[in-house]
Each structure stands twice: as C-alpha cells, then as structure tokens.
C-alpha cells in the first residue's frame, strides 16, 4: 500500500450539533391503541406525540443544521466511522470563517426560538387536545440546553504520536498499524473525492441525452445545477485533492474545460442565457457536451 504523509497539509475536523427533537412517548395512549386493536404482546405500539404539531419555530432550525452539515461534507472527507472529517490545511481559514457564520447564525435561530417558546406551549394545548401535558414540556429556563453547536480541529495522528510504555517490538507493531489504518483512512478519503466526480459525470451524460420517442427529439431535463454544481465541484476538488493524484487532476481539468466551453450568449432583450439554459435549446452544444464527458468516463480509471 502506498505511504501517504498528510499530517502538515490536512487536519481533522470534528462537527457536532443537537436540537431538541419537540418528540415525547406517550404511554397511556400507546397502551390505548394496543387494547383498541387487541394486540397480544405491550410493545406493539409505541405512540410518540410531536409537541410543536403544527408549528415552524423549530423547522427552521433544524434546516439550519442541515445546510451547515452539508457544507462541512462537501467540503472535507471522511475520515472515520465517529463522523471525524478530514481537512485541507489550504481551506482552513475559509473553512473557519464559514463555520463561525453558521454557529452566530444557529445561535441567533436558537435565540428566536427560546424567546416565542412560552407562547408556543401555551398554542399546542388546543394542538395536542387530551395529549397535553405541561410537564412534557422542558422549563423556559432548561430548553437551550437542549441545543448545541460545536467545531473542533484536531491534527492528523502520526506513528510519531505512539508514546506508551512497552517494548521496542511492541511499539513497532503498534506503529505500524496507526500508519496502515492512516493510508488506508487517506485512501478512502481519496476514493470519496474520486466518487464524487464520476458520480456528477454520469449525471451529465445521463442528463443530456436525448431519447427519441415517436421518431421525434426528446431531450431530457435537467435543473441548472447540473452546470452550476459542476464548476463548484472542479472547485472543490482541487483543494480536497490531498494527495497530488494526478489523474484526478486530469479528470477534473478535462470537466472544467468542457463546461466552459459552453458558449453562453445574450437575448436582443440584454437578458444573458445561462450555460444550463443553452444545453437546452442548442442541441449541438448539447451533444458535444456529453461526448466530453462520456470521453472523460471511458478514459479515467475509476
């Protein structure tokens, strides 16, 4: 297996949030629908009652979480099964920066949410009808502690770190595990990136298609991510490319390159076409789009 020495260009990242799910198990009514529909055994049913049924409050954080998560996935690899990212040094300060943004912007959700929350109790007693109960309910003063948001940035264990007390041979074994289980997490990591690329390539080639349906045309449509995803992707992937792969490199230029030779152009109204939007209505274009990208596909091994 190829040694790969990334301690001084990536980093670990660890990112973790939780938000008060508003969920609450409701015994007597679960005990109610297992003797309505004559269940043999108690744990037939199990009825958990939504607390903010019918409410937004909490959607929007939670939403939140869900474009920072994302972010910090597009933007790292995997690193181990305890959900630990691995980092680009050259992406840290811009990493950060975004980061901070999404935890001031969390906090400030989370804020919104505390402040309307004893009004929002007081709502769900019609909501909920005979399910309320008030002490399923956390206090005013205890449901921000049911939030939180947190970054930790941790460097890249190397068998340098190995300092225990047993013998040379011991150690020596030891140390060579840490360094096979770092290659094979790098490795990994590089065959996300890999994967990630030839995944957006076969949705181009899929996406720009053209069946043929009754003997006429029929282009298959596509949203203007498809283009616009694309770039972002040649982006990111120059700066996840942590171990210098050249063929990625290759691969990643060569899809550049056939996106921006898509020629955009402008409407007599001075209303510019986008590049998606002329895949869409120049066929040739369109055609030699996907022959570039199907060359890519047969000429990388993946």
């Not at 269940?39 to 199990?46: D, E, F, G, Q, T």
């Not at 030891?174 to 360094?179: C, G, K, V």
Request: aromatic content about 8%; hydrophobic content about 40%; overall charge neutral.
């Amino acid at each position: 297996m190829q040694r790969y020495n990334i301690d001084t260009c990536a980093m670990l990242v660890e990112f973790n949030t939780s938000v008060w799910t508003a969920r609450k198990l409701d015994r007597k009514v679960s005990d109610e629908v297992i003797s309505n529909k004559n269940a043999a055994s108690k744990n037939a049913a199990r009825v958990n009652k939504h607390l903010l049924a019918g409410r937004s409050e909490l959607d929007v954080i939670v939403a939140h979480v869900g474009a920072a998560r994302a972010y910090v996935y597009d933007n790292t690899l995997p690193w181990s099964d305890s959900g630990i990212r691995l980092l680009p040094t050259v992406n840290f300060t811009t990493f950060n920066a975004r980061m901070r943004e999404e935890e001031d912007k969390y906090w400030a959700l989370c804020k919104s949410f505390v402040e309307v929350y004893p009004s929002l109790i007081t709502a769900q007693a019609m909501a909920l009808g005979a399910m309320f109960k008030r002490e399923d309910f956390p206090t005013a003063d205890s449901i921000l502690h049911k939030f939180a948001f947190t970054v930790n940035y941790m460097p890249v264990p190397t068998t340098g770190d190995f300092r225990v007390n047993v013998g040379n041979e011991a150690q020596q074994e030891l140390s060579a595990q840490l360094a096979k289980m770092a290659d094979e997490r790098v490795e990994s990591a590089m065959n996300d990136v890999r994967s990630r690329l030839k995944e957006h390539l076969l949705r181009m080639s899929d996406r720009l298609a053209v069946d043929v349906v009754d003997n006429k045309a029929k282009p298959r449509a596509f949203h203007d991510t498809l283009v616009e995803h694309g770039f972002d992707l040649c982006s990111t992937i120059k700066s996840l490319n942590i171990t210098g792969d050249s063929a990625l490199e290759s691969a990643r230029q060569s899809l550049e390159r056939c996106l921006s030779s898509i020629n955009s152009r402008t409407k007599r109204t001075g209303v510019e076409v986008s590049a998606a939007e002329t895949l869409r209505e120049d066929m040739a274009q369109r055609s030699a789009v996907r022959a570039q990208v199907d060359e890519i596909l047969n000429k990388f091994t993946w």
